[in-house]
């Protein structure tokens, strides 16, 4: 009931949250010693847009992503190097 009474204007925020997003990414890859996170991120990604379709690859995105870290997590794929 309260935030319909509040009124914020949005304007430019999904190219900001966007922007941040992008930052956060490059600046992780370029810092990063193992890139495979990056890749097992964009790759799953790339696949479920082709699948999905744009409007709705989004979850299983996020899905797949978490059961590909469980799995190289399961693996040993988490020891800091």
């Known amino acids: 009931m309260v ?3 509040l009124t914020i204007n949005t ?3 999904d190219f900001a949250m966007t922007a941040l997003f992008v930052v956060i ?4 890859f370029l810092t990063s010693d193992k890139h495979i996170y990056s890749y097992l ?3 799953i990604s790339l696949l479920c847009l082709i699948i999905f ?5 989004i979850i299983p995105s996020m899905i797949g992503i ?11 794929g988490h020891t800091n190097a």
């Open 66 to 76: 978490l059961l590909g870290l469980i799995v190289m997590y399961k693996k040993g």
């Open 3 to 5: 935030g319909s009474l």
């Open 11 to 13: 304007t430019g925020l």
């Open 41 to 43: 991120g964009f790759g």
């Open 25 to 28: 990414v490059v600046e992780q």
């Open 53 to 57: 379709g744009s409007e709705a690859f």
